[in-house]
């Protein structure tokens, strides 16, 4: 059956440019969390949605970063005016319910700012 | 603030021989510890869950223990192979918060 698919799969942006990356959740799925990502370091929780509801955003970085999920299934991360220290994977996983059941993840979105 | 800690050393293993991972959390009190694997230019892939009031969960040759007084999950690979070979990464969660640790890689000899 099909995963998590995200794209693009790589994007480089200029300084200053605004990105959109998109994440295609497993069907059915009812959670749904976008992560970020740097070289060497675990993933970190940035927000998650339990269908169209975002019921935690305490990790996005700055108000540049808005995440939303307007149908509860596909879900769009929008870096606005991109920094050199966005540049990171951001990772988009699912789970059937909630929190503490398993995360499937996508392949990630590798973002470079230059 | 909450930390989870991983050995950021890369651990080396000859094929057969046990793996045993660490994974600590300080400041925080987890209600279910979960191993991923994550293979370079790959999303983590889920492995193991282990709730705070079991003490073991075995999956094949994997085995994750979870010890709520010394605050430490060891994530135990036997008959390691190389295909093994990845970085594991540890997380921690309850109800309503989730985190990774930064993972430790591990190198599986022939």
């Known amino acids: 059956g099909a995963g998590v698919s995200q794209s693009p799969r790589y994007k480089v942006a200029k300084r200053g440019q605004d990105v959109a990356l998109r994440c295609d959740p497993i069907?059915?799925?009812?959670?749904l969390f976008w992560y970020q990502q740097a070289l060497g370091q675990g993933p970190e929780f940035l927000t998650y949605?339990?269908?169209?509801?975002?019921?935690?955003k305490s990790g996005l970085p700055s108000d540049r970063f808005f995440a939303e999920r307007p149908e509860g299934s596909v879900s769009t991360l929008k870096i606005q005016r991109t920094q050199q220290e966005d540049s990171a994977v951001y990772l988009c996983?699912?789970?059937?319910?909630?929190?503490?059941?398993?995360?499937?993840f996508g392949p990630g979105t590798r973002l470079l700012v230059l | 603030s909450q930390k989870i800690e991983q050995n950021s050393e890369a651990l080396n293993i000859q094929e057969g021989k046990t793996a045993t991972l660490t994974c600590n959390y300080t400041?925080?009190?987890?209600?279910?510890l979960q191993w991923y694997r994550q293979d370079p230019g790959r999303g983590p892939v889920f492995l193991l869950l282990?709730?705070?009031?079991?003490k073991e969960k075995r999956k094949e040759r994997l085995k994750v223990t979870f010890d709520t007084t010394l605050k430490q999950s060891l994530f135990h690979i036997t008959a390691s192979q190389p295909a093994d070979s990845a970085t594991y990464l540890c997380?921690?969660?309850?109800?309503?918060?989730?985190?990774f640790g930064s993972g430790t890689k591990l190198n599986v000899k022939p």
């Open positions: 400041n925080y009190s987890p209600a279910y």
């Open positions: 997380a921690a969660g309850n109800f309503n918060k989730f985190y």
């Open positions: 282990i709730r705070e009031n079991e």
């Open positions: 069907s059915g799925h009812v959670s």
């Open positions: 996983a699912s789970s059937h319910k909630g929190l503490a059941e398993t995360q499937y």
């Open positions: 949605f339990q269908n169209e509801a975002q019921l935690d």
